[in-house]
């Protein structure tokens, strides 16, 4: 699939993507032959891609990059640009829940600790009732090994939602892509966690506002270097290129002199 429009931030692609946008390219990944991954990044993965090359290997190869973060919003205004919207993984689920009810898509859900992902599908299944959840499979037992793969390939999923935190997810899909028959590969972090209804979400209006890291932090307090140490250095490296950008533009004077014709000999 070609790349979309999208704005760099910290050496990373970032789609422009409204969500209505972001579902339409989904489909069409849906559509396309072999197996898609898509990744939503925050200010935490762009802060891991600056200092682990591998991790930034694998978060290069997805097919599709959208802003799962407000900090990346402030981020491209801070740049002179915009993204038009935070889109994050669980903004994501219900859109293509019932998608798969319509298109009668297969789902497997795959990480969290043991029990997780099928508290996950229970849940999920009362909500949309017909949701077809093929399969699960904990994010800690043997999920590179080929019974493992098998077992996915056997259910015949169309969409692995795989939640397994940072860098794990990436190389996971980077990994197996091309054993897997599905034909896509969502990323999603802790989502599970929510969907099995653990975690709660602030409200949508403080979400688009940028507050629901906060909202986060304070039901997991374990998470604070994520937030109160990651925020800050995302900050100070979106600094840093804001000012190799300004040194490296071209100065509009500079331009003018350059484009004027040269006067008569002396």
């Given at each position: 699939?070609?790349?979309?429009?999208?704005?760099?931030?910290?050496?990373?692609?970032v789609g422009r993507y409204s969500l209505p946008q972001l579902m339409a390219r989904i489909e069409a990944a849906l559509q396309a032959p072999g197996c898609r991954f898509t990744y939503g990044v925050n200010a935490h993965?762009?802060?891991?891609?600056?200092?682990?090359?591998?991790?930034?290997?694998?978060?290069?190869?997805?097919?599709?990059?959208?802003?799962?973060?407000?900090?990346?919003?402030?981020?491209?205004?801070?740049?002179?640009?915009?993204?038009?919207?935070?889109?994050?993984?669980?903004?994501?689920?219900?859109?293509?829940?019932?998608?798969?009810?319509?298109?009668?898509?297969?789902?497997f859900l795959l990480g969290g600790e043991a029990g997780l992902a099928a508290r996950a599908r229970e849940r999920a299944q009362r909500t949309y009732p017909g949701l077809n959840i093929v399969g699960v499979h904990d994010?800690?037992?043997?999920?590179?090994?080929?019974?493992?793969?098998?077992?996915?390939?056997?259910?015949?999923?169309?969409?692995?939602?795989?939640?397994?935190?940072?860098?794990?997810?990436?190389?996971?899909?980077?990994?197996?892509?091309?054993?897997?028959?599905?034909?896509?590969?969502?990323?999603?972090?802790?989502?599970?966690?929510?969907?099995?209804?653990?975690?709660?979400?602030?409200?949508?209006?403080?979400?688009?506002?940028?507050?629901?890291?906060?909202?986060?932090?304070?039901?997991?307090?374990?998470?604070?270097?994520?937030?109160?140490?990651?925020?800050?250095?995302?900050?100070?490296?979106?600094?840093?290129?804001?000012?190799?950008?300004?040194?490296?533009?071209?100065?509009?004077?500079?331009?003018?002199?350059?484009?004027?014709?040269?006067?008569?000999?002396?």
């Open positions: 699939m070609p790349r979309d429009d999208s704005l760099t931030i910290l050496g990373v692609p993965s762009l802060n891991l891609a600056s200092t682990d090359r591998t991790f930034r290997q694998h978060l290069l190869a997805a097919d599709l990059i959208y802003a799962d973060g407000a900090s990346l919003l402030l981020a491209a205004r801070l740049l002179g640009d915009r993204l038009p919207r935070k889109i994050t993984t669980t903004d994501l689920w219900p859109c293509l829940c019932d998608l798969a009810r319509r298109e009668n898509l297969r789902f994010g800690f037992t043997d999920i590179f090994a080929a019974p493992t793969i098998d077992a996915i390939n056997a259910s015949q999923p169309d969409i692995v939602w795989a939640g397994l935190g940072e860098p794990l997810q990436a190389r996971w899909a980077w990994t197996v892509r091309r054993r897997l028959r599905a034909k896509l590969i969502i990323t999603c972090g802790g989502m599970f966690k929510i969907i099995a209804g653990d975690l709660r979400r602030v409200s949508p209006a403080w979400q688009q506002r940028g507050f629901e890291w906060l909202f986060r932090l304070c039901q997991e307090p374990q998470t604070w270097r994520r937030y109160l140490l990651g925020l800050p250095l995302f900050g100070l490296r979106l600094l840093r290129q804001t000012l190799q950008q300004a040194l490296t533009r071209p100065h509009p004077e500079a331009e003018t002199t350059q484009g004027e014709p040269a006067g008569p000999p002396r």
